[in-house]
């Protein structure tokens, strides 16, 4: 796809059909701003109205153009649409980009529309990008494509960020404030309603064709395709191009907004937020913090660590990074002894050197000590990244900051990012920092955000790893072929005894239980497994065998088996009179232990989805789940335990041993192998409780529920 | 206090004492700021050096001035400082500004230095701002008594928004920013190392004498005296003066940074953000949003309620600022029938109108159509606030914007904000909206903060209410009394059963229970009690009874008393053998109810604190505790229930009933009212847990111990 897209993205040569001699008509605007930023390519007219406009040629249709057109521009009312796009494929048009709203956004008819664009475009292979998208711009080569007013602007400057947005009035909005900062970028791309290409394809192709980018930007309100955009962040991934993503959309109350607005659902952020922290994919949240932080990445300066020394001309600000950092969870460490040692030379009546250092007043009166002591935080090992604070400084004294600023970064790699306090008085030394070797931030807190980014992401990428089952002792091959057998028995769900023996198959431990067919066989039984044992009804009618009065813990005697045998039978009968009962299971009680649960669940988008979480308040009251995509990597079911607010439970709290946290992370891969493998059977797992024992003694399922893809309960963990 | 402070913020004449004409020195620059900004008092100058500077007198010392001087502003070495104010106390000064530093945030000397100020501040009666601090503006009398390069500007805006800030830098950085963007001020008062006036001050003063003031602005490191701030804020809310604090020194780290910065403590963050809450404080935590919060406040409309309209020509920025609301708890709610009926009438094309509502590039051929739009939203009684967001549009386009949105809002008193996406192209636009009605914003995200600000604030002032004990049943003169002789008999602590003695004293319910000095008495205990109880040492010197192995539940028969009796004292004995032993305490054993704790700590600036939170991992592992300081009003006790996060356990989850949360609010009451009699004599009061019955059925104390001011246990809930 690789070359189509090339002649979407750097066309050699273009027509505007429906241009117009208005510049405030959209085809006049195209002509007008296309013409602006110094298109070199060549440029062909499309409207029957004229022969020729400002002295390039003008033909009254695209079959009438006398050269091969890499991308056309349609800026036709939609109802046209249609026609002029099947006249360029006729036309042998590389790529089309289709600006006319009217689409997907506008409800069923305009749907199918957009079907019929998508079905062209896929049939006589001619890459579309939008309906209902501003176009876009190729920095590098001048090529505006876009009807944007952003293109009011004198001067496009150049860069390495790749930006993507599905918003194209937000899109263009950004790239006006990142650019009055001096920020430079590859691509500007509104991908619009995405009929043909998608964000994923995006990417893809800034990844491994543009040369240009270095960093990826986007805006995303929903994904059409999750594969499609998880291959897409592993190869940013995996070549080192930062994917740094502001997707909006988080609330119910935002993804109905987004319904109507590009015709797309947003699907569920919980499970989009661990796909994003599974393939390192950089998540903002606020829309200015979006450019600012591919911004510092840009710069293409790599953390060791997370330790960051604060040089500060105002006390106040420096406070404000301490608690920033502190609160991220970056270190904000001592200065090495040697750098007290010379920095309470050089400023003696400071007295001890700390982190931050407050330089307070007397840069004014020695400006020169500011880049010595900046020397000495920039060699200093205790630090990885040095952030300089300024305060209130005018005019000159602006500027001549920002020189030292620049001229006291030496040899150094580290990232330097200096936050500015001030506002127009600072903007001479503003306007020297802007797109420069520094990372200039306007505010605290989104500096430290950045930097915190910046950070983690090298960190993750250091033990990024593929996704890999666990259990070399299990044949995977066989237990897929016999769970596609067991499954086969049940219809909607399974009972707790085929779900657990689904279980076993994984080698994922189980409580001793069997079945019992009368109270003699249960007697029988419970001999075998040892009082006390825990009565169930076994069957796959009944999900919830508490709300049927069809359990019994800590039975202990064979007179309570008699009585609550046939209790259990009576209650389940009652309870659903048409259900199909398989026998009372008889099972070991367990009463040590801490209980967990692991679910998956099947997500639109994205597909198997494995929660996990401490059992009781934790999940119900709190909610306190942490979620990713299946396959699950061992790094990835490592962080799904630790990154719950309980985990301390599991660590031991309150004189209690620690859990036995490594069996719950093999189980954990297990599910996730289980999930793959029947994700076109399964639509949903519950083992709740999972009881996990002291460290090193295992966990064993106490219960659990498999619902088939016949049947939905319509549970998900992601709500 | 009143006229003192006036001398020195609204000054008839000043002195520069240390002038220079050398305007890179301090002197100078006062002098080179005063004059410029056209200062309208009588200027006076002292320098030895000189008759006179730029045609004004300059005279040896403060003595030799003829004209009495309101304001003497303090430009020398640090070691000349403690003279001069003592000549200018002697020659009648009203008040000084000290701009020197090298007091207490040098440590130990300085701080030696600056007492003496204090203390010649308050025998001389002389009114003190400083010292370490870059001075005051007062913008309405063009008054400019300050050395920042903030000055540097051609003009000050004056305003309603007064302003101060402990960090100068800081401060003066801020208001560049705030007049940036039109945002007019009243005063800008750096207060530095507050050796006289600290910000309650100046905060009680813009309340109570300055009619210019509407909004007060603050930047806060910590307080001096807390209750003096309660004070302060308490006057603030009462007079509807919103006090917006951004309070700095949230962590560990930066409260290090904030004692070497202005050599003040900064307390615990927790309970000063407890006290905000209690007193309608408005907590901003980003640099930004303080002025941009102060400047929506400042506007004066206010919010009937919490409901937003959204109209927008970014679909995008639309389903931004719908998830920031909800994600605030702020509702976006469906227009009324009445204007989907009318909206959908002239924008045909567009189907159903929605919230937020998406006027798309419809917006541009048809300008009009925003103003009959935004006057359907103005006057839906569905909408409190009305938000206008604005994406890219450039130059002309956006004056043309910004006059109609000014022109729409009509007679219409409800807040209208506007979040502004693009950057310097929307610049005409922008400067149309600056500092009008409309307030005007660049982040969606702090708009949503700040009009949640707005909301909360008029909701807060609505249910305020001064602080109440509770139980008209209790004679709490009687109690005091009563309790002081209790205490009376301890020395470190008291035991469980004088604990609960005290308790009972203000009608908090506990245990039945009786110390027995032998088991035979044990015996007969129980039996009025009623079998099982609970056996534990009653003894002030053993607060940690399990840890002592002094502690036996589920106590069945005489048998077992006759046992544990013995066990209990010996275990005792052996784990603490200079513990005085009143006996063991027989205890009813209550084997309901949910258990929740209750303590009291002493915060070394605001006092007394009530801690609130569940018992167990919810207290000990997830910190999930809500804080307010002595007295608690009916509505801070009911609000510190309810803002835990395990309130849901509290209201019945899982098939449970409601606790008995009135009952909850009660003991707080009575706590606060405790605390509040015996804050001189008790320094700690853990009541844990304090067991809650069913809804009408009451609490109970089960354990307490109360800690004495001879003796700290070195805890606090406010860690």
């Known amino acids: 796809m690789a070359l189509e897209l090339s002649q979407l993205l750097d066309p050699e040569s273009v027509a505007i059909i429906g241009v117009s001699e208005n510049p405030s008509r959209i085809g006049g605007r ?16 499309v409207n029957p109205k004229y022969q020729e406009l400002n002295g390039v040629a003008c033909y009254p ?36 980009v289709i600006f006319s709203s009217g689409f997907a956004e506008m409800g069923r008819s305009g749907k199918e529309a957009q079907n019929k664009i998508k079905e062209l475009a896929k049939t006589k292979n001619l890459r579309v990008c939008g309906p209902n998208c501003i176009g876009l711009i190729n920095f590098n080569s001048h090529t505006a494509l876009s009807f944007s007013q952003l293109l009011e602007i004198d001067t496009l400057i150049p860069g390495n960020i790749g930006f993507i947005s599905q918003s194209g009035a937000l899109g263009g909005s950004l790239v006006n404030r990142a650019q009055d900062k001096n920020i430079g970028l590859s691509y500007f791309i509104s991908s619009g309603n995405e009929a043909d290409l998608e964000v994923s394809d995006y990417i893809k192709y800034l990844v491994l064709h543009d040369q240009n980018t270095k960093v990826i930007a986007a805006v995303i309100e929903g994904f059409k395709d999750g594969a499609k955009f998880i291959e897409a962040a592993e190869l940013a991934l995996t070549h080192q191009k930062p994917l740094i993503v502001l997707k909006i959309g988080e609330t119910e109350v935002g993804q109905k907004a987004a319904a109507s607005h590009t015709g797309s659902m947003t699907g569920s952020d919980a499970v989009i937020d661990a796909v994003f922290r599974q393939k390192g994919v950089i998540r903002v949240h606020n829309y200015d913090e979006l450019f600012q932080t591919a911004s510092l990445f840009s ?89 300089v604070n300024v305060s209130m400084v005018a005019g000159e004294s602006s500027a001549q900051r920002a020189s030292m600023l620049l001229e006291s970064i030496g040899e150094s790699t580290k990232p330097i990012v200096s936050w500015w306090a001030a506002g127009s008085l600072s903007e001479p030394g503003i306007q020297l920092l802007n797109g420069s070797e520094v990372a200039l931030f306007r505010s605290p807190e989104r500096c430290a955000a950045a930097v915190k980014s910046l950070v983690e992401y090298y960190q993750f990428l250091e033990k990024y790893s593929d996704p890999a089952p666990s259990g070399t002792d299990t044949d995977y091959s066989i237990s897929a072929q016999k769970a596609g057998e067991l499954v086969a028995t049940g219809d909607k769900s399974l009972s707790e005894h085929q779900s657990k023996a689904l279980l076993d198959l994984y080698g994922i431990p189980v409580t001793r239980e069997q079945v019992a067919k009368s109270p003699q066989e249960a007697i029988r039984l419970a001999g075998e497994i040892g009082f006390p044992v825990v009565l169930k009804i076994d069957s796959p009618d009944i999900l919830h065998k508490s709300d049927a009065g069809a359990i019994r813990l800590g039975v202990n005697s064979q007179e309570e088996i008699i009585r609550f045998y046939d209790e259990i039978i009576a209650n389940a009968e009652t309870y659903n009179p048409d259900a199909r009962i398989n026998g009372v299971l008889v099972q070991e009680m367990i009463r040590e232990g801490t209980e967990v649960m692991i679910g998956m669940s099947q997500d639109p988008q994205f597909g198997p989805t494995i929660a996990f979480g401490l059992g009781g308040i934790f999940v119900e009251v709190l909610k306190d789940i942490s979620l990713r995509v299946a396959p699950l990597s061992i790094s990835d079911a490592e962080q799904m335990v630790k990154e719950i607010k309980g985990y301390q439970i599991l660590q031991g709290v309150r004189g209690r041993k620690p859990s036995d946290v490594e069996a719950i992370v093999d189980v954990l891969l297990r599910i996730s192998r289980l999930a793959q493998d029947c994700k076109d059977i399964i639509t949903e797992i519950d083992v709740n409780p999972l009881i996990v024992f002291d460290e090193g003694c295992g966990v064993k399922a106490a219960d659990a529920l498999v619902v088939l893809k016949t049947h939905r309960r319509g549970k998900a963990y992601a709500d």
């Open 61 to 96: 249709s695209v079959s009438d153009i006398p050269v091969q057109i890499d991308c056309a521009l349609i800026a036709v009312a939609e109802k046209y649409v249609l026609s002029v796009l099947s006249e360029c494929a006729d036309s042998h048009v590389g790529s089309a």
């Open 30 to 45: 195209l002509f007008k701003y296309l013409t602006k930023h110094g298109y070199k390519g060549h440029l062909a007219l």
């Open 299 to 387: 710069k293409g300066r790599i953390p060791q660590g997370g330790k960051v020394g604060i040089l500060t001309s105002t006390g106040g600000g420096g406070i404000i990074m301490a608690d920033y950092y502190t609160k991220l969870g970056l270190a904000v460490p001592e200065p090495s002894l040697e750098t007290q040692d010379l920095a309470s030379k050089e400023i003696a009546a400071f007295g001890k050197v700390a982190n931050p250092f407050d330089l307070t007043g007397q840069i004014f009166s020695d400006p020169d000590m500011f880049k010595r002591c900046m020397k000495l935080f920039v060699e200093d090992d205790n630090f990885d990244i040095v952030q």
